[in-house]
């Protein structure tokens, strides 16, 4: 594995760790959780790509970074409402006139599983053609 494909899983388990954090709070701070669901899944797709030698832009839209990816994963197909969903939490969420309920906490958190069927730590995927 590529040490840049190796610093992407790093970020996004970061992300994936600190959602796991953040859902233990007392105080469940919405935003941020769907912000890091969001990231996470968004650098390992990044991971992927930057593994199999693809350049990618420098967007938030998981629907194009899934486009890129499901050639080395096709069944990221499947999660594609998801994963399009979890999108507008990476930049919308931010700023006033976007609040978020409890109900949208668990989807946005799950969606990581979702998308990878995995821990974090078990991809190993991302050499797969």
Same mark, same amino acid.
């Given at each position: ?32 959780? #769907? @912000? ?19 350049? @990618? ?11 890129? #990816? ?27 006139? @976007? ?6 906490? @668990? ?23």
């Amino acid at each position: 594995m590529k040490k840049i494909t190796e610093e992407w899983i790093n970020k996004a388990e970061k992300d994936y760790l600190t959602v796991k954090q953040l859902l233990k709070g007392e105080i469940l701070v919405h935003e941020s959780i #769907c @912000f890091h669901s969001q990231q996470c899944i968004e650098k390992y797709m990044k991971a992927i790509l930057q593994e199999n030698e693809i350049e @990618f832009e420098k967007v938030h839209d998981l629907s194009v970074s899934l486009e890129q #990816c499901k050639v080395f994963i096709p069944e990221l197909e499947f999660h594609k409402n998801g994963l399009t969903d979890l999108s507008i939490y990476a930049v919308d969420i931010r700023y006033p006139g @976007f609040d978020i309920s409890e109900k949208e906490l @668990f989807p946005s958190f799950y969606g990581i599983k979702w998308a990878f069927c995995s821990t974090p730590q078990q991809l190993d995927f991302l050499t797969l053609k």
